[in-house]
Each structure stands twice: as C-alpha cells, then as structure tokens.
C-alpha cells in the first residue's frame, strides 16, 4: 500500500502531526475529543481530521491479559477478545464490552515446561475467533488451565458451548482453525491444536468438532531434535497450493490437510542455528501458490540467513539470503511486504541483530539496500521492524517499535517509508502503562517489547496500530477517508492477521 513518494511530503505530514504529536514518545497523540468516532447503523467506522494526522482512540477494558481479534457477532467488523488467568472478555470495534466470563486459561506453565522462561513464551498463546463448528455463527477458542481442554464459546455470549479434551497430558498451547475445501470468511471448521516446538515433544492435532461430537482427524509428533531448533514460531495456517483446503506451517514443517509432511525444514539438522521467524505469503506471482521464508539464528560465516521454500517449486527450497555483514551475524526477525515498487511481488526485510542494519531481500535472496536505518530517534537496543500498509500510496511502510524498553513502558513507535527513506510520522506512544508483572506470570524486564500489531480494523483499507495496557485497548490511526476498499473482508488476509505473534512473527 500507500507512501508519501517525496520527502517534501513526507516532512509536511510530520509537521502537521506534530500539532497533535510531540517529537518524542507521548501517552496519547491526540485526545479523543479531537478525535471523532462514529458508528453508523450498518456499524461501520469513521474518523473524522486532516488525512495524514496520527490519532489514537482508546477502549477502556474491565482487565488485562491477552488480546485476540475476530468477528464474534458477525457484523464484518473485527472484535477485541482480552483473556488473562481466570477470566475472558469480549469487546466491538466500538469500544462496547459484548460479553464477560470467568474463565481459568493455560496462563501458568506447568512447572515441568516452566524453566524459568516466562519472558518470552508467556506472550504466545491468545485463543482464536472463528466458526469452528460450521453453523454460520462465530465462536472463540481457547485452552483451559489445564492445559488439556480446549473450550469453544458461542461467539455473541461467551457462554461454553463445546470442548475437546485432548488426547495426551502435554503442555498444550496453541488452538486455531484452518479451512477445508470450500470454506472461506470467518468459517474455518478444522481445529488445530499444538504443544510449543521448543518442548521436548512437539504434537500437532486435528480435530473436528461439526457433529458436536469431537473427533480427532490425524496426529503428528516430532521430537525437539527431528522438529529442528526453532524458537519464537508460532503455528498458522494458509492455503498454499490455491486448492482443497489450509496447510499447517509450525516450526520448519509445512503439512498437506491430512497430517503429511510437505516439506520439513530443519535448520539444526543441516549445521545451522535455529529457526527464529516464519512469514508465508504470495512472494513470487509468477509460482503457482505461495511460499515461505525462515530467518536462521546467529549464522557463521558462510552460512544462510533467509531460507525460502516453495510448493511452485515442489516444496523445495527455492533462495538463500545472507547477512550483509557477520558482525551482525543474523536476523533475528523478518517481516514481508512490498518494499520495492520496482520488483514484482513481495520482499523481505530483516532486522539485525543488533536491532540497527536492517537489509532488504527478495525470494531468492537477491540483496538491495543492504545497510538500511533511517535512525528513528533512538538508539539502546534498536527496534522491531514491522510491515504496515498506512496510506493509501502503493506499496508496504516499515513501523518501527523500540527494542526492549524497561517495565512499565510501552514501546516509542514511528512509521518510516523504504521508499523515500523518510518518516511518515513523528515518534508516538511510549506511554506509561500498568506493569505486566501485577497481572501476568512475565518476571523479565521489558514485557512491553514488539507490543504492536497491524491490522486494518476500520476497514478503510489502511492498517491501524493495535496495542494494549493500563486497562485500555489503543488504536493509533492515520486519520482522514483515503477511499480505499477495506481488507478485513479478505479470506487470507484475516487468516494471517487472526493468527497472533507478539514477538519477532509479526502479522
């Protein structure tokens, strides 16, 4: 999507959002007051102001936990679902609470998969929105705090409407769906359930659960050491070959709608670091489906950094990517988008590990700008780099989000063209926020990182910026009507962005 093209441009939109916006992190670009918010009777969204202001609209919330999207009461707007350790509530676009329950969740690890690693793993399982049973209504999925069960909520209520019991003692915890054949939307009827990959055992299940009846369809195990070291991926599904139904991509493996193995990536098996990220999308149109791209961990010299797979090329690897310099030594997280306007399809964009040289690859690990970092303000521990379509002008725009800032801080953002090189916005959010520490197992010292996810949630065809603390879901926006058709609507596209990741997979 959409970019300022010139820097002129791009340095009048910063100064009119510097009306509203300090040039340096801020609790709250601009008062709601100023910031009109409508819901019109088909319940569609608007915000009134000048195109090219950053707002923020806030969500009081009766809790925190974790966060959710998708429609629950079918009305083609995505809804907020916050779950936290014995309780679940659900809210609308528009800031009015649907439903709450209580609800105990998988939030306290089992003390024998705890090891001491809250920091990171604690953000990964969020419950799932979706019609799960086929019946044309929505649902929310999420796993019980026994780690075992996972219970199904009518999606207008909340109230249990089915469960799974799985069927081993295993530290469970993703759930999410995936669509059989001829399934599209919201209705996604296939039930996949999942252990971490970083356990010692990783199973992946399919159950079905049309009948009222659960019935599990297929199981798959792998071991820590057959699955490859991988870190930080979380499970997702997405139709790969264009036909039948989803596959599940988890770790490095890539399975058909029956359970079979389409490709397995094993980054440790072949002498190289762990996989850290999974994207998957449509990087190359000119191969029938769509592809994959693993960033590897802390490669040596000589070694890849982006890995590429493709079913167009027979599930095999199609690209390798290195670092552009070894003192960086690896990624350490990627994101897509479509960067350069010049390339056909999609490209990757790496973060150092620093968190400072970014770099730019296409599909077959073909470099340009190798060493690329508008400095956004800020140096310490550099940022995140994450893929927003913010204006209307084509092609993808980078946000930044500061790297590991200390508890009870929310991470500084800002919204840079890789087009241009310059800044779409000044420096916003960062602010002072609740310490996760009172409400959450996190016991590290920045739970806020990467605390940011892009979607389009006022389908105007531009992605906001979700993110949550002190008992508010924020929404920073880039005001104005820009005529764009909205995206949520999009069966893909609410595949990838109901799929969640807090911290180096962003959506």
């Known amino acids: 999507m959409p970019n300022a093209r010139n820097a002129s441009h791009a340095l ?24 009109p918010y409508e819901i019109s009777a088909e319940r569609h969204i608007r915000f009134d102001g000048p195109a090219g202001r950053v707002r923020a609209y806030e969500i009081p919330i ?103 019991v799985l069927s081993e003692d295993l530290p469970w915890m993703f759930v999410f769906l995936a669509r059989r054949a001829g399934e599209s939307g919201e209705t996604a009827t296939r039930v996949i359930v999942t252990t971490p990959a970083y356990y010692g055992t990783t199973r992946i299940e399919e159950w079905d659960v049309r009948s009222g009846t659960p019935e599990r369809t297929w199981s798959v195990a792998m071991t820590q050491k057959q699955l490859g070291n991988v870190a930080y991926i979380t499970p997702r599904a997405a139709n790969l070959d264009a036909v039948l139904g989803d596959e599940i991509f988890f770790g490095g493996l890539a399975l058909s709608e029956t359970g079979d193995v389409l490709w397995h990536f094993n980054a440790s098996g072949l002498g190289l670091g762990g996989a850290h990220t999974l994207q998957v999308r449509d990087f190359d149109p000119d191969l029938p489906g769509i592809e994959a791209t693993f960033s590897i961990y802390q490669p040596v010299e000589g070694q890849p950094s982006i890995v590429a797979y493709a079913h167009g090329a027979g599930n095999a690897e199609i690209g390798r990517a290195f670092s552009f310099n070894q003192k960086v030594r690896h990624p350490h997280q990627h994101v897509a988008g479509d960067f350069d306007l010049e390339r056909p399809g999609l490209e990757v964009l790496s973060r150092g590990g620093k968190g400072f040289g970014h770099w730019f690859t296409d599909i077959r690990g073909n470099e340009f700008k190798p060493d690329w970092r508008p400095h956004p303000g800020w140096d310490d521990d550099g940022e995140y780099v994450h893929a927003i379509e913010w204006d209307e002008q084509p092609g993808t725009e980078v946000l930044y989000l500061k790297r590991h800032v200390p508890s009870p801080k929310r991470p500084p953002m800002r919204v840079v ?34 605390q940011g996810h892009t979607v389009d949630l006022f389908g105007d065809g531009r992605e906001e910026i979700l993110t949550w603390g002190d008992n508010a879901i924020t929404i920073y926006y880039n005001s104005g009507d820009p005529g764009v058709p909205s995206r949520w609507g999009d069966a893909d596209y609410m595949m990838i962005k109901k799929s969640w990741c807090q911290l180096y997979n962003p959506r």
């Open 12 to 35: 009048t939109l910063v100064a009119a959002a510097c009306i509203a916006l300090a040039a340096t992190a801020s609790a709250d670009p601009e008062s709601s007051a100023d910031a």
């Open 62 to 164: 009766a809790f925190m936990g974790r966060m959710t999207i998708g429609d629950l009461n079918r009305n083609g707007q995505p809804d907020f679902v916050v779950s936290n350790r014995d309780g679940v509530a659900a809210y609308d676009a528009s800031g009015d609470r649907l439903w709450q329950v209580d609800a105990a969740t998988n939030w306290d690890y089992p003390p024998d998969y705890d090891r001491g690693r809250h920091n990171f793993w604690h953000w990964s399982s969020y419950g799932y929105v979706g019609d799960a049973d086929g019946d044309g209504d929505a649902e929310f999925l999420h796993i019980g705090d026994d780690w075992r069960t996972v219970y199904i909520r009518n999606g207008p209520d909340g109230l249990v409407e089915n469960k799974i």
């Open 417 to 450: 063209s890789p087009h241009t090189d310059t800044f779409l916005t000044p420096t916003f959010g960062g602010a002072t926020h609740d310490d996760p520490r009172s409400w959450s197992a996190v016991d590290n010292d920045n739970p806020y990182e990467a």
